[in-house]
């Protein structure tokens, strides 16, 4: 099992930043692939970001390519995601995953609670 607990979220300012984290409990953190993913209010939750621990490789949604930036550290058994130029389009809350590290829901296998991003204009 892994426990994962996301911290980091608040209001922001359009075109302002904030790093979330995710603190990882459990088995071997650095075993896995670690994924963002997002949801506003009335939507599906989306894919944002992974990290994959075999080769370190990133992986980002379109719409935040450029602006956010996910990274971990192992030995600290934390993944991070800054986000930067932030939209209001990004309100939702975040939530860190644990898996295979694909795009979709279905390749993690552990989840955060979330933590609520809010932009405004």
């Known amino acids: 099992q892994v426990q994962l607990v996301e911290t980091g979220g608040g209001l922001v300012q359009a075109g302002g930043s904030l790093r979330l984290s995710c603190a990882a409990s459990?088995?071997?953190?650095?075993?896995?692939?670690m994924g963002w993913f997002r949801q506003a209010p009335g939507k599906e939750r989306e894919f944002v970001a992974r990290?994959?621990?075999?080769?370190?490789?990133?992986y980002y949604a379109d719409s935040v390519k450029g602006r956010f930036t996910v990274s971990r550290d192992n030995a600290k058994n934390t993944v991070y995601l800054q986000m930067n130029n932030l939209k209001p389009e990004d309100t939702a809350v975040y939530y860190c995953?644990?898996?295979?590290?694909?795009?979709?829901?279905?390749?993690?296998?552990?989840w955060g609670q979330g933590t609520q991003v809010t932009v405004s204009s």
């Open positions: 459990g088995r071997t953190f650095s075993w896995y692939a």
């Open positions: 995953a644990a898996g295979r590290g694909g795009t979709l829901e279905g390749t993690y296998d552990y």
């Open positions: 990290s994959r621990w075999g080769d370190g490789s990133t």
